[in-house]
């Protein structure tokens, strides 16, 4: 496999790998000691589901308390999940790589992070185990993903860079939202998690960007065509999605909300909107590295992405 990212950068997040890793269990990264209690909020302002429903103003502290750690408890077990499908990806890549490429030491570094990360999502569910949630990898949609991820990674490693970026692009709002939030009714452990994983996400981003950005350029038409197709086509979906984080009702929460307002709040556009608006910069970054045709795809009127009417094909 042709590595498409110059050494250069690689050497660069090579060292930053090995020298600014945030390791979740060094104490000075992550405090795990901090009690689960229903002093906390679980979910930074606006973020939940229940966020600005009439189910949330119906609630008491403790009940939006309880609500948002089984939210984040099941965010966080589904986001393991995604890490564990984009190693798949990464490794069947790093079969068909030359080991004298420092790439191949940076794709061995993202993996140990990714499972850095999946060690520490396990542990904040493994301290909630309270909490009953729903997993992807039980689902048929969850073990296909995983297992087309080994089959486009070495065929088409564009393709799989580009749905890498989305991945994270949408993990980087839930971070984002959790490190902005200053409340000190956030959980502070859940805090300290988020921005130990953006702070390695960021390196993933670089080389994923880079390697597109290279790798467009040197495509046939033909696959530059179905390149540009499938980024369009799952940026259209995504920012369509009538249901966004992967939480389904558990009968944990029919004391606090009937499975008819949990589906109402879940699909509710208030929600889905904003992730919508957020795929918006991700776009321009996939214009500015070819993987999208410009004048394919715009924002609409809420924000979220449309198709242009007689957008012009690449
Ligand atoms: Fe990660
Ligand atoms: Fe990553």
């Known amino acids: 496999m042709d590595v498409r990212v110059d050494d250069r950068l690689t050497d660069r997040l090579n060292i930053a790998s090995a020298r600014k890793r945030r390791y979740p269990f ?8 901090v009690p689960m209690s229903s002093d906390y909020v679980y979910m930074p302002e606006g973020s939940s589901f229940l966020h600005g429903t009439a189910v949330w103003e119906r609630l008491s502290d403790t009940e939006r308390s309880h609500v948002t750690r089984w939210e984040v408890t099941q965010i966080l077990r589904n986001a393991g999940h995604g890490e564990h499908i984009l190693n798949q990806g990464i490794l069947a890549m790093l079969w068909h790589t030359d080991p004298y490429e420092p790439a191949w030491r940076f794709m061995l570094h993202e993996v140990a992070e990714e499972c850095q990360h999946m060690a520490m999502f396990n542990e904040w569910v493994r301290r909630n ?3 009953r949630t729903w997993s992807i990898a039980r689902g048929r949609r969850g ?67 880079r390697w597109i950005e290279n ?38 929460l029919a004391p606090y909300l009937s499975k008819e307002e949990f589906e109402a709040a ?18 321009e970054v996939l214009i500015e590295c070819g993987a999208l045709h410009p004048q394919r795809i715009a924002p609409g009127p809420d924000g979220r992405l449309i198709r242009l009417a007689g957008g012009v094909d690449a």
């Not at 890498?164 to 859940?190: I, K, W, Y």
């Not at 988020?194 to 993933?204: F, L």
């Open 26 to 33: 060094d104490d000075d990264v992550i405090d795990w000691s």
């Open 129 to 131: 185990d309270d909490m």
């Open 266 to 283: 879940v699909t509710d556009p208030r929600y889905t909107e904003h992730v919508g608006r957020h795929l918006q910069p991700v776009a």
């Open 143 to 209: 073990t296909g993903a995983a297992l087309l991820a080994q089959l486009v990674a070495p065929r088409m490693p564009e393709l799989f860079w580009v749905y890498v970026l989305l991945f994270e692009a949408v993990g980087d709002l839930v971070n984002d939202a959790f490190v902005r939030d200053r409340s000190d009714r956030l959980h502070p452990t859940l805090r300290q998690l988020m921005r130990a994983h953006r702070i390695e996400e960021a390196r993933h981003i670089a080389f994923a960007v």
């Open 215 to 252: 790798g467009v350029p040197k495509l046939s038409p033909a696959r530059r065509w179905l390149l540009q197709r499938a980024t369009e086509r799952t940026l259209l979906w995504l920012s369509r999605l009538p249901r966004l984080m992967p939480v389904a009702y558990s009968e944990q």
